[in-house]
C-alpha cells in the first residue's frame, strides 16, 4: 500500500507555482485519442493518469514531470496508437517551443507563434538606449498586468492586487484577449499612454487648427489614432476678413495634417493613424471625395463623408441638396444629391476611399447627447467620439472559446468580465496627453471590447460566413457577448460608481440596475496587429484566404496558412504536400473538389463571399455594439460600380452606422495579398508548403510559416 498525496500545484516552464488542473491532462489525451479516432476512453486514462502522478510523484512537480507521467500511463493502459499519437504531440510541441525561443533569442512560455514574436519585437517590445531588446514577452504580459491590475487600489485599499495581476496576465498570455497596441507599447513605462483612439476638435481659426495639430504629434509620437471633423473650416476661396485674403479651404489644411504624420512617425513604433471627415454639405465636398485620387495621396489619413439622413433622401427622390457655409451657417449654393452619391461611389469603386460615415444614425444612439453632437470617429471608424474624448479597445480572440464543436459559454463569460474590469482600469492608469481629453474621457469612460478571431471560430463550428446561419449564430453570440459586457460594466458601478456624465445620458432612467460604468462598452475594431500577435483572423472579418501574405511593419511580408483548416484536413486524413502547394495560389478553395464539400463551405474565403453577407454580417453585430465597427466589404477585381452602391444602400437601411468598400488589386500595394509561388532564395526552385514551413527539396531550405 501507498500513502496517497493529492497533488494540488504544479510548476510551470515560467516558474510559476500554480493549480493543478487535471482538465489539462484529459484534453491532451483527448487530442491524442481524436488524432488517431481512436475509441474514446479518455476518463478512464485520464484518472489512471492522476493516480500514477500521485503515486510516484514527490512534492510539486513540474510540466514536463506531469507529461511523463501521461506518456507512462498511456504506454501502459492505452493502445499503441494513442501512445505514439501523444508522444508525437508532445515532441511537435517541444519543436515550436524551440522555434519560438530561438527567434526570441530567450525562453518563450506564452503561447505565441514565430510570426507573433517577429511582430512583438519590431514594435512592442522594451529596448535599452542602444535599441537592444530587453524584455520577453512574457515579461512585456507581467509588465502591463501589474501596472492595470494595480488600479484596484484606488476603489479598495484592501483588495489582492496580486490576483487580479495574475487574472490579466492569463487572459493575455493564453491570448484569449488582447488591449490595444499603446497599452502594450506603454504600460508600466514612463510614457504611460494607453489609448488608441482619440478625437480632437478642429474650429474655423489657425490657432485652433494648429493647436490641435500640436497635440495630434504629442499622440501619434506614443502609438495613438487621431480622428478630426474639418467640416467647420470656411470653404476654399472665402474672405478671410482679418488679412482681406483667401481661405485655402479645408483639404488644404488636411494635406499639412498628414505632411506632419509623415514626420512623426519616423520616430514613433507604429504608424501614425488618421481620419479626416468632412459633411456632405460642405461646399468643398467634391475636392474632398477625389483628394485621394491617386495612388499615395494624404496616405497618413483615411477619410470619410458624413452623410445625413437629408442627403440620402434627396439623393433617392433624385434632388438637389443645399451646400452649407460653415462659417455662417448659409446656403452657399445646391448640388445634384445622387451625382454626388455617384461620384463617392466611383471614387470607392476605383480604390476604396473615401468611405461613409452616417451621421445622423450614429447620433441616434449617442449615449450622452447633452454633452454635444458626435462629428467624427477614430481613424478605422469604430469609435465615434466626442470632442477631446479618448478610448482605449482590447479584443477578445473568440476563436479560442470552440469546445468539442460548441461555444464554451461559460469561460467566455468570465473572460469578458475580466476583460471590462481589465479596460476600466485602464481609464484610470492612463496619462493623458491633454487636460481637455483627460476630463472628458473620465466624464463618460468609454471603453471598445469587441472580438478577434470570428472567422476561425466560424470555422471550427463548420458554419459558412456567407449563410443564414451565419447570421443567425452572430445575432446569438453578439447578444451574449453584449449583455455579460454590460453586466461586467454594471458590477463595476455598484462598487465604483457610473461614469460620471450617467445622469445626462440616455440610460438615466432612475432604475438602479441600468447604471453602467462605462458610456460605451462594446465596439468591433479591426485588430490589425494584435490579431497577428494572437494568430487569428482579424475583427469580425471573413477569412481572406487560406494561405496570404500580410505586409506591416514598413513592407515586410508575413506568410499565413490558416491552422484551423490544415488541422481540419489532416482530421480528414486527406492532407497531402499537393494539396497545400495547390492551396497556396488561390483565393479560394472552392473549386478543388478534392476537399470535401462541408470543409469548402466551412472555410469560403472573402472572395466567395458576396457584399450582400458582407453587410449582413455587420448589420447584424451593429444591433448590438454600442459604438460601431470597423470592416471591410471585400469586392472582388471585377465587381462593378453598381454593385458597390448597392452595399451602400443596404448598409444604410440595414441600420449600419458607417462603411467601408475594397475592391481587390485597385490599388497597387495592399495589407492583405494572395500567396502566389515563392522561390527558393538559395536555388530558385519552387518551394512547397508542408507542415508550417516552406520547404525546398533540392536544397533543404526551410521558411516558418508558423500560424
Sequence with gaps: MWVVKIINKIKKRDGRIVSFDKSKIKDAIQKAIESIKGEDNTNILTEKTVQHIEKNIKGIPDVEKIQDCVEETLIQHADAKT????????????????????????????KLSVNSIRVLKERYLQRDENGEIIETPDEMFWRVAKNIAQIDKKYDKKTDAKKTENKFYSIMANLDFLPNSPTLMNAGLKIQQLS??????????????????????????????????????????????????????PISFLQIYNATTEVI????????????????????????????EKENAIANFNISVGITDKFMKAVELDKEYELVNPKNNKVAGKLMAREVFNLIVLSAWKN???GIIFLDTINKHNPTPALGEIETTNPCAEEPLLPYESCNLGSINVSNFVKENNVDWERLAEVIHAAVHFLDNVIDANKYPLDEIKEATLKTRKIGLGIMGFADMLAQLGIPYNSEKCVEFSDKFMKFFSQEAKKASHELSLSRGPFPAFRQSIFATGKKQNTLRNAYVTTIAPTGSISMIAECSSGIEPLFSICYTKKVLQGQEFLYINQHFEKAVKEKSF????????????????????????????FVASHDISPEWHVKIQATFQKYIDSSISKTINFPSKATIKEVESAYWLAYELGCKGITIYRDRSREYQVLNIQVSKKCPSCKTNLKAREGCLTCEECGYSQCILQ
Design 83 to 110: 501512445a505514439k499519437a501523444y508522444i508525437l504531440y508532445r515532441q511537435e510541441r517541444a519543436s515550436l517551443r524551440k522555434a519560438r525561443s530561438q527567434a526570441m533569442g530567450a525562453p518563450v512560455y506564452s
Design 196 to 249: 488608441g483612439c482619440f478625437v480632437l476638435p478642429i474650429e474655423d481659426s489657425l490657432e485652433s487648427i494648429f493647436q490641435t495639430l500640436k497635440i495630434a504629434a504629442k499622440i501619434h509620437q506614443s502609438g495613438g489614432g487621431t480622428g478630426f471633423s474639418f467640416s467647420k473650416i470656411r470653404p476654399r476661396g472665402d474672405l478671410v476678413k482679418s488679412t482681406h485674403g483667401i481661405a485655402s479651404g
Design 265 to 292: 512617425k519616423q520616430g514613433g513604433r507604429r504608424r501614425g493613424a488618421n481620419m479626416a471627415v468632412l459633411r456632405i454639405d460642405h461646399p468643398d465636398i467634391l475636392e474632398f471625395i477625389s483628394c485621394k
Design 352 to 354: 476604396g476611399e473615401p
Design 575 to 602: 492532407y497531402s504536400d499537393e494539396l497545400m502547394q495547390k492551396i497556396t495560389n488561390r483565393d479560394s478553395i472552392q473549386d478543388i473538389k478534392e476537399i470535401p464539400e462541408e470543409i469548402r463551405k466551412a
